[in-house]
């Protein structure tokens, strides 16, 4: 049987440790509404949630994170600048984890302040570090803003960077995509026949799908101007690969980080933004000569990142998820904000996992 007790008692500490810091506590609902809130989890969470209906609300699923139904509540309601904590339990399919939990605790503090941005992310970080420092965990953090900076720049189509930046959180299709823009890899001989009939609906038979002709023709449309587009040149395509492999200490990263911008201008805000973030982690006494730095963390993790992101892991435990992880979600406010936004960064402990590892002392 599940043992609820002890991770609770854990989780019931976090949380009174972050409020004691000032965050206020929240206890959003279990089931959300499919209908406004399941998309914004991206393809992988949205395919991991258990999804039921209910008769007069339509459909609901169980709530993979915390971090979207705070927002939610906060955009309705919720005063400016705000922290919030809150502790329980989240749901989530783990059909390529079968050994992992299903259901698990979660103890988060978020902070929605448009004052000081890397201060905040400093904040988040510093506040979850602290409660862990006991377990010795690595740290890791990384930088979604960097990666969709280097997207935006490359001299392309818009449609061509729209695609990279869905992809993301894909590294494989991300890739394979990067390697088709590039001329690096052929067009598949099917597309390339359909891109070549003189009518493509030709034989294409009754419509079966939920398609209509007019989609097909615009998407068709779509391929033949992509195939029509010149190839991403070599030196971008070298300079992204670059920027993906930055793996160091975060000031030896940024200093990498600062030589890849030379050549390519579009990331030096987010390099700057950064610099910034470092000093203000430094600031709050986290040591950055063991804070690792490695510009794809965060790509496999929540897909409403769009900034910071961090995790802190069990070295000797690869087998397991981030102890803790985070990251800033701003994109995500403007989504549920009715026309308002503001910055927003947060991050979660899992009791369960503390437990696992031998505990807090
Ligand atoms: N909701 C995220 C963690 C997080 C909280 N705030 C920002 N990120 C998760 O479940 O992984």
Known sequence: MIDRSAPRKLASDLRARFEA???????????????TLLDLYGEDIRGRAYVTSDPARGEM???????VPVVQMHMAQGAEPARYTYSGEVFRRQEEHPDRAIEFLQVGYEVFDRADPVGAEAEVFARIAEALAPMGLKAVIG????LRAAIEGLDTTQRRKSALLRHIWHPRRFRALLDRFAGRAPVPAA????????????????MIGLRSAAEIEARIAALR???????????????????LEVRETAPYALEQLRD???????????VERMAARNAALADMGIDLETLSFEATYGRTSMEYYDGFVFGLIAEDRPDLPPVASGGRYDALTSKLGQGREIPAVGGVIRPGLVLDLGGLS
Do not use: C, W, Y
């Not at 810091?21 to 209908?35: M, T």
């Not at 699923?61 to 971090?67: C, G, S, W």
């Not at 930088?143 to 960097?146: F, N, T």
């Not at 890849?260 to 987010?270: C, G, T």
């Open 21 to 35: 810091l000032g965050a206020v506590p929240v206890e959003p609902p279990f089931l959300l509404s499919a209908d």
């Open 61 to 67: 699923f169980m709530r993979p994170d915390f971090t």
């Open 143 to 146: 930088d979604i803003g960097l």
């Open 191 to 206: 597309r390339e026949a359909l891109l070549n009939a003189a009518d493509p609906m030709a034989h294409a038979g009754p």
């Open 225 to 243: 101007e992509d195939a029509a587009t010149a190839p991403i040149s070599e030196g971008q395509l070298e300079l992204i690969e670059a920027l």
């Open 260 to 270: 890849l911008a030379v050549d390519m201008p579009s990331i030096s805000k987010a």
